[in-house]
């Protein structure tokens, strides 16, 4: 069974830093990669997509990177502002499959 | 903008009561699914569905079942509350079945007493 694990739990930082999350997957037969953000009592926001076949995606000051044959992805966020403060997951769909299986994510805070 | 909803924001309940947790999304997707979200467990696939009259099993639906009569609605039902049923509920959407994002609405807390 896949399993998708985020490490640290919880991190802070401060404001203006540049900080990278990680993201492990035990089968790296997947079809892609999302990244998501939740706010507390919020569902998530998604917010980038990684197809197996790429290696990064990025939006704004956000950038995905893929390295599917070690199981690992990161989300760099550069330039941290205290609104990026939020809990962050990473999630997978195996190929063959057609369901996400979730990391327990990384609560990050940006402190002003 | 379009959006998913989610009925009763917040529900209190009794063991052995059955309870039907409402989904509501106006992005026209045809797949709709059910999350619960658990300390220490992440997110786990109840129920899904690929469309009006399919429903398919997710990683944890024992005591769970769902409908799908048409494409805006996805009803998620506890036939006997129990206390291990206890979580946060998401309900969520997508416009491919495994390529493109999904979209999730803000969630039900539920507690079974």
């Known amino acids: 069974k896949q399993e998708v694990t985020q490490i640290p739990a919880a991190l802070s930082v401060p404001e203006g830093e540049n900080l990278v999350l990680n993201c492990s997957f035990t089968?790296?037969?997947?079809?892609?990669l999302q990244w998501f953000r939740q706010d507390p009592g919020k569902g998530l926001t998604s917010l980038l997509l990684?197809?197996?076949?790429?290696r990064e995606q990025t939006s704004g000051r956000l950038n995905a990177s893929l390295d599917k044959s070690s199981g690992r992805s990161t989300l760099y966020i550069a330039a941290s502002q205290p609104g990026d403060s939020a809990t962050y997951l990473c999630a997978v769909i195996q190929t063959g499959a057609n369901n996400l299986f979730f990391g327990t994510g990384t609560r990050l805070t940006v402190i002003p | 903008d379009a959006e998913i909803t989610q009925s009763p924001r917040h529900k209190i309940t009794e063991t052995g009561r059955q309870v039907t947790l409402a989904c509501h999304q106006t992005w026209n997707h045809n797949n709709m699914f059910w999350y619960r979200q658990d300390l220490g467990h992440g997110l786990r696939l109840i129920h899904y569905?690929?469309?009006?009259?399919?429903?398919n099993k997710g990683e944890v639906s024992d005591g769970y079942s769902v409908s799908r009569s048409n494409t805006e609605d996805l009803p998620l039902t506890l036939e006997s509350a129990a206390s291990s049923q206890t979580s946060v509920y998401f309900c969520a959407s997508s416009e491919q079945a495994r390529n493109s994002p999904l979209h999730f609405g803000n969630g039900t807390r539920l507690t079974v007493t």
């Open positions: 990684i197809q197996s076949s790429q």
């Open positions: 089968d790296s037969a997947i079809y892609n």
């Open positions: 569905s690929y469309g009006v009259h399919d429903t």
